[in-house]
């Protein structure tokens, strides 16, 4: 049976009304918004337009090609990729046979002509000696003309004797005349040097110098300490001078190259702030750099090759400017990184008494290697003791 219809607007009124809370609830989006959006310009204007940020930004260093000073056959390699050198271990060696052979012949040649310069002094020692005797020859010949010239006047000995004694006297003029031009000869040669700087002795050692270099050189060392890459050199490959046979690639040497847009550059100074991050380790690490300058150029103006834009169909494209920035060394070395590892980079500009470009009084990064300093050290052994040796 249905329900008595008188009853059903009793029920109706005795349900209370719900109440109408739409309206507060706007108000207080509305409000909570505005807050946020004054907060988040207060944000801006304090902190956020002080930074420049870009993501086209990434890990750069140093590839060091490994190329041999001579030409030679590998006949072993001792790293490859992935290995971690030091400066100056051992990688390659090529076939030192040749080399050996001709270090033995500057050896030989060295020890020979130390020799032939010692009997050139021996034979100014000689000449000087013949002069002296020379010298009483003509004294002689003269005490002999002077008794003679005295006899001849007292009749004692003939004339004949006398033109004889003149005769002797310009003999013995003659000889001391010849030994003095072969003296000034051979004193030429040796006058003002000693066996050891002869340049006869010095050119032989030269050339000693040279072979044992190239000896030196069939070795072939890391010129930095670092992580080896690309290797393309295989066992008994001929390898000319100046061909890359690997690299290596020193992982504390690193840097950041941040692509700004041109609008960018306007606040941009040597010496800012700069935090970095990348995705390998996410944004828990955080890299502090610094500003250390920025290219001479546009990334297109060095490219391969250069846009041509004097034609009618041009567009306008932002162009952009690559920025260098230095990482902090100890926290590469507690968060190492590698080569072409993207960046992201967030300059803090608020400070501009820096220059736009680069510092002018600034020192230039240098790098350099001390592995060769030494390749002499033992061409000079090996010189000294062929030449004390053959004294």
Not at 30 to 45: D, E, F, I, Q, R
Not at 99 to 106: I, S
Not at 230 to 249: F, L
Not at 324 to 336: K, S, T
């Amino acid at each position: 049976m249905n329900a008595p219809t008188e009853n059903r607007p009793a029920i109706a009124a005795a349900v209370p009304a719900p109440p109408r809370r739409r309206p507060l609830r706007i108000a207080l989006a509305v409000s909570l918004g505005t807050l946020a959006v004054a907060g988040a310009a207060v944000y801006w204007w304090q902190h956020g337009r002080h930074w420049v940020s870009t993501e086209d930004a990434y890990v750069e260093g140093n590839v060091v090609q490994v190329t041999p000073q001579v030409s030679g056959v590998v006949t072993a390699i001792l790293a490859d990729n992935t290995d971690l050198v030091a400066a100056g271990e051992l990688l390659v060696e090529f076939n030192g046979v040749d080399a050996q052979v001709a270090e033995a012949a500057a050896q030989a040649q060295l020890a020979r002509t130390v020799r032939l310069v010692r009997g050139q002094f021996a034979a100014a020692r000689q000449d000087r000696a013949t002069v002296e005797l020379r010298s009483v020859d003509l004294a002689r010949a003269r005490e002999d003309m002077a008794r003679r010239s005295a006899l001849v006047t007292n009749g004692a000995i003939s004339g004949e004797e006398l033109v004889h004694a003149r005769h002797a006297i310009r003999s013995a003029q003659a000889s001391l005349a010849v030994a003095n031009e072969q003296l000034r000869r051979n004193q030429a040669v040796v006058e003002r040097t000693s066996v050891a700087s002869h340049p006869d002795v010095l050119a032989a050692a030269s050339q000693l110098r040279h072979a044992s270099v190239a000896l030196t050189r069939t070795r072939i060392a890391a010129p930095v300490g670092g992580v080896v890459t690309k290797r393309s050199v295989q066992v008994g490959q001929r390898v000319g001078a100046g061909v890359p046979m690997m690299s290596v690639v020193p992982l504390e040497q690193l840097w950041v190259t941040a692509n700004l847009k041109e609008s960018q550059l306007r606040d941009i100074r040597v010496g800012q702030p700069v935090r970095l991050t990348t995705d390998l380790y996410g944004n828990s690490v955080v890299f502090n750099g610094r500003v250390l300058g920025q290219d001479a150029g546009t990334g297109s103006a060095f490219a391969l090759l250069p846009a041509q834009n004097a034609t009618g169909n041009w567009i306008k494209v932002v162009q952009r400017v690559p920025v260098r920035i230095a990482l902090d060394p100890a926290e590469v070395a507690a968060h190492p990184l590698q080569i072409g590892l993207s960046m992201k980079a967030s300059v803090d500009t608020r400070s501009r008494d820096g220059k736009r470009l680069v510092a002018i009084n600034d020192a230039a990064q240098q790098y350099r290697t001390t592995v060769f300093a030494d390749e002499l050290a033992r061409a000079d052994a090996l010189v000294e003791r062929i030449v004390q040796e053959n004294l």
